[in-house]
């Protein structure tokens, strides 16, 4: 009989945690693998993945996450509801996963226009990889073209103001 209670008592007690309520929901392919580049960073109040942006006033989005040589890898940032976001829309960077932590791929130069966004606007980035052709005609479409090695890891990033917070945005992708 003590066998039995053990057994029901470990089942309860591995259950714990498991079966009840939470307060977030979060797709773990959006948060457990997001680069941590900015983590040091004591300018950067936020940090958002793209595809984990519940709870935030903005929407931060990538289309895919593996990509090719000769592919592009478009990602898109929407002011959802926040009074607005300012930006320097060529001021960002993708960075290389190495042994030894996140390096800088693209260290350009940038020019010095700030952007804001109103509530509904959205702006893109779009990174070529190796010869494709990034297609940043349209205004409100930013990017170039990088020449990443296949089978490694990077990530895409930009730091935005969003309500007077500084947010990291962090899109990371695979060249195949």
Known sequence: MKRRAFLATAAVLT??????????????DDTDDCPTMHSDNDA?????????????????????????RGGVVPVTLGNDDAD????????????????SGWKTVR????IQPWTTLSAGDRIH????????DPDTSDDTVYGDVLDLASGSRYAFSTI???????TALVAPFTVE
């Open 15 to 28: 259950t714990t945690g498991c079966l009840g309520r939470t307060d977030s929901v979060s797709d773990s």
């Open 44 to 68: 950067v109040d936020t940090v958002v993945c793209a595809g984990a942006s519940d709870g935030h006033p903005i929407t931060f989005t990538q289309d895919q996450t593996t990509v090719s």
């Open 84 to 99: 607005e976001i300012g930006l320097n829309p060529h001021d960002w960077t993708v960075y290389r996963e190495t042994d």
């Open 107 to 110: 260290e350009d130069p940038v």
């Open 125 to 132: 980035w779009r990174v070529g990889v190796g010869d494709a």
């Open 160 to 166: 935005v103001d969003v309500d007077d917070e500084q």
